[in-house]
C-alpha cells in the first residue's frame, strides 16, 4: 500500500540483464542530484553496529560513499574492485562507507564478512531509505567519490578498474 507522500519499490532484474534497480519515488523534490562537482549535503546515519555516522567524521578524506545490496548481482560484481581500492588507498587517506539497500541485516553482516569488507556499512532500511532517498538514489550499485575536506563530489558511479584509477588520482 502507497502511503500518501512515499512508496518504494525494489526489484532485481533477472541475472541475465545483470542489472538491479532500485526505484525511489518522493513527493517532496530530491534535495541533490548529485552532480559532479557539487558539495554533497550532510547526512548523519547510524552504522550496523549502532554507532552514529556522518559526512563530518570523513574531514580530510577521501570517501566512497557506496550504495548497494548483496541480492544485487552487479553490486556483488563490484566488491572486489572496492575491496582492492581499499586495501591500495587507506594508508593513503581514502575510506569507503557502504550504503546497503538489503532488506535481511543478517545476510548483509555475513556477506561483508566472507568478503573483507570491513569498513563501516550502513543498513538503510532502517531509515526506511532515508540516505538512498536523499541522495536521489534511482538504481545500484551507486556511488560518489567525495573530497572529505571539501565534501564536493569528485565522481559518481565508479566501476571496475575506474574506480581505482579515480581513487588513486584523489589521494595523491
Same mark, same amino acid.
Given at each position: 500500500?502507497? /502511503?500518501?507522500?512515499?512508496?518504494?519499490?525494489?526489484?532485481? +532484474?533477472?541475472?541475465?540483464?545483470?542489472? #538491479?534497480? +532500485?526505484?525511489?519515488?518522493? %513527493?517532496?523534490?530530491?534535495? &541533490? %542530484?548529485?552532480?559532479?562537482?557539487? /558539495?554533497? !549535503?550532510?547526512?548523519?546515519?547510524?552504522?550496523?553496529?549502532?554507532?552514529?555516522?556522518?559526512?563530518?567524521?570523513?574531514?580530510?578524506?577521501?570517501?566512497?560513499?557506496?550504495?548497494?545490496? %548483496?541480492? #544485487?548481482? !552487479? #553490486?556483488?560484481?563490484?566488491? !572486489?574492485?572496492? +575491496?582492492?581500492?581499499?586495501? /591500495?588507498?587507506?594508508?593513503?587517506?581514502?575510506?569507503?562507507?557502504?550504503?546497503?539497500?538489503?532488506?535481511?541485516?543478517?545476510?548483509?553482516?555475513?556477506? &561483508?564478512?566472507?568478503?573483507?569488507?570491513?569498513?563501516?556499512? +550502513?543498513?538503510?532500511?532502517?531509515?526506511?531509505?532515508?540516505?538512498?532517498?536523499?541522495?536521489?538514489?534511482?538504481?545500484? !550499485?551507486? #556511488?560518489?567519490?567525495?573530497?572529505?575536506? &571539501?565534501?564536493?563530489?569528485?565522481?559518481?558511479?565508479?566501476?571496475?578498474?575506474?574506480?581505482?584509477?579515480?581513487?588513486?588520482?584523489?589521494?595523491?
Amino acid at each position: 500500500m502507497r /502511503t500518501a507522500n512515499r512508496w518504494l519499490s525494489v526489484a532485481a +532484474v533477472g541475472a541475465a540483464a545483470l542489472l #538491479c534497480v +532500485v526505484t525511489l519515488r518522493n %513527493t517532496v523534490q530530491a534535495e &541533490t %542530484t548529485g552532480k559532479v562537482g557539487q /558539495t554533497l !549535503p550532510a547526512f548523519s546515519a547510524t552504522d550496523v553496529n549502532g554507532k552514529k555516522v556522518s559526512l563530518a567524521d570523513y574531514k580530510g578524506k577521501v570517501l566512497l560513499l557506496d550504495f548497494w545490496a %548483496t541480492w #544485487c548481482v !552487479p #553490486c556483488r560484481g563490484e566488491v !572486489p574492485h572496492v +575491496v582492492s581500492a581499499y586495501k /591500495t588507498y587507506r594508508s593513503k587517506g581514502f575510506e569507503v562507507l557502504g550504503v546497503s539497500l538489503d532488506r535481511d541485516k543478517a545476510a548483509l553482516a555475513d556477506y &561483508t564478512k566472507k568478503n573483507g569488507m570491513t569498513w563501516r556499512q +550502513v543498513y538503510d532500511k532502517d531509515s526506511n531509505y532515508a540516505l538512498a532517498k536523499k541522495y536521489n538514489v534511482e538504481g545500484i !550499485p551507486s #556511488c560518489y567519490l567525495i573530497d572529505g575536506s &571539501t565534501g564536493k563530489i569528485l565522481a559518481k558511479d565508479l566501476r571496475g578498474d575506474a574506480l581505482g584509477a579515480a581513487v588513486k588520482k584523489a589521494v595523491e
